[in-house]
């Protein structure tokens, strides 16, 4: 078992920064353990935004956040962040983390993952 906690959202202008944090507690995460953060808005599905190995390697993202978000990991800690910049409305939703710990997914599907947390409010005004 797995247990997870998000942490670091709230309320912030548009253009502003948030870092979430999930922390990762229950069992040894192995290196090719994936970490996905998804998200979800009022009425819509949720949707993958960014994925990382437990490892650190073969970080990626959806084209809506690429080269505003960024996903790393603290092993000692057992945390994977994200880095958010230049946030704007439509970054609006709860962000969730999750943990796949089967070997050879690409960890783009929510499928693809085992564990989730309970999620954190992350909205931004225009």
């Known amino acids: 078992q797995v247990q997870l906690v998000e942490s670091g959202g709230g309320l912030v202008q548009a253009g502003g920064s948030l870092r979430l944090s999930c922390a990762a507690s229950?069992?040894?995460?192995?290196?090719?353990?994936?970490v996905g953060w998804f998200r979800q808005a009022p009425g819509k599905e949720r949707e993958f935004v960014a994925r990382?190995?437990?490892?650190?390697?073969?970080?990626a993202y959806a084209d809506s956040v690429k080269g505003r978000f960024t996903i790393s990991g603290d092993n000692a800690k057992n945390t994977v962040y994200l880095q958010m910049n230049r946030l704007k409305p439509e970054d609006t939703a709860v962000y969730f983390c999750?943990?796949?710990?089967?070997?050879?997914?690409?960890?783009?599907?929510?499928?693809?993952?085992?564990?989730w947390g309970q999620g954190t409010q992350v909205t931004v005004s225009s």
């Open positions: 229950g069992r040894t995460l192995d290196n090719y353990i994936i």
């Open positions: 990382i190995k437990w490892s650190g390697s073969n970080a």
């Open positions: 999750a943990v796949g710990v089967v070997p050879g997914f690409s960890g783009f599907s929510q499928s693809n993952y085992h564990y």
